[in-house]
Nanobody, 114 residues
């Protein structure tokens, strides 16, 4: 059974930083591309960043240069380092992978506010 568990969300001030973590179990993590999405109430879920099994990353234009996705295959964990955050980054952040079928975590809330 595949489990996807996000953590690290919280309240952060504009201009601050936060690191999200996502631990995956039950899948062959080291060969699986990983994705971070976010969603604001009333809007579509948005792909923020993804990382291939080999470590190649891609970013949404809205976060390019501010967010960094990385992975630690020994720990079955993918990270999202969020720097220089703004109120526009407030959302629930979800970890996602496709391993025989699509799996999602429950999400972690990030709120950017002074």
């Amino acid at each position: 059974q595949v489990r996807v568990v996000e953590s690290g969300g919280g309240l952060v001030q504009p201009g601050g930083s936060l690191r999200l973590s996502c631990v995956v179990s039950g899948a062959n993590f080291k060969i699986t591309p990983m994705n971070w999405y976010r969603q604001v109430p009333g809007k579509e879920r948005e792909l923020v960043a993804n990382i291939s099994a080999g470590g190649t990353s891609n970013y949404a234009d809205s976060v390019k240069g501010r967010f960094t996705i990385s992975r630690n295959n020994a720990w079955n964990t993918v990270y999202l380092q969020m720097d220089s955050v703004t109120s526009e980054d407030t959302a629930v952040y979800y970890c996602n992978l496709y391993w025989r079928r699509e799996f999602w975590g429950r999400g972690t809330q990030v709120t950017v506010s002074s």
